[in-house]
Structure formats: C-alpha cells, structure tokens
C-alpha cells in the first residue's frame, strides 16, 4: 500500500521558518515528480512546488518564489519543502503528491496519484 506521510508542520509567527518532510512508500520515488500542494480554509487547493525525478526541474508559484525551497532525496525516499519568511498567508493545510512515471514536474491536481493527509502550517501576524 502506497503511503505519503508529511512531517514539519506547526504554528509559527510571520517571518519564521519551517521545513516539511514527506516520506513515501512507493517503490517507483525514483521514478516520479513530487509536488507539494496546500489548501486554505474556503479555497482550492493550489499547486505550491514541484520537483522533477532527477531534482533538474523545479517549479514554484510566484507567491512563495523566493521564500520556499523544494528538494528531494531518493535514496530517503523523501521530499522537502524549506519554507522560510512565512507570511500569515502561507497559512494552509500543505499536501504533498506523487506523480509516477512522469518525466516533468506537473501542476494540476489530477496528474498526480497519490496524496499524503496533510500537514497543517498556521502563521500568525
């Protein structure tokens, strides 16, 4: 059974840090794209990071350029998401996926197939 587990979360003030990590049991990690997601009370979750098999290509959303840093260690079987200069508005539940077989880094929700539960990150002003 595929599991996804993120760790890292917590409630820190604006212009902290944190890093989250998520640990997969899936036998093709080598092999696929891991996106991080997050979802803010009365919105869509939104595509956040995303990170290539070969860690070659990463993309970010324009609001955490500059501030997030995605990464991943395949021989962990574990993808992270350095999260520094946090904003009350980088508060959301964050989710990370796996997208197997996929030579890119995708952003949409559906092309991903696996989820972890999710990890709440709460920034207070």
């Known amino acids: 059974q595929v599991q996804l587990v993120e760790s890292g979360g917590g409630l820190v003030q604006a212009g902290d840090s944190l890093r989250l990590s998520c640990s997969a049991s899936l036998r093709t990690f080598r092999s696929s794209a891991m996106g991080w997601f997050r979802q803010a009370p009365g919105k869509e979750r939104e595509f956040v990071a995303g990170?290539?098999?070969?860690?070659?290509?990463?993309y970010y959303v324009d609001a955490v350029k500059g501030r997030f840093t995605i990464s991943r260690d395949n021989a962990k079987n574990t993808v992270y998401l350095q999260m520094n200069s946090l904003k009350p508005e980088d508060t959301a539940v964050y989710y990370c996926?796996?997208?197997?077989?996929?030579?890119?880094?995708?952003?949409?929700?559906?092309?991903?197939?696996?989820w972890g539960q999710g990890t709440q990150v709460t920034v207070s002003s």
């Open positions: 990170i290539s098999w070969s860690s070659l290509s990463i």
């Open positions: 996926a796996a997208a197997q077989f996929e030579a890119g880094v995708p952003a949409g929700r559906s092309e991903y197939d696996y």
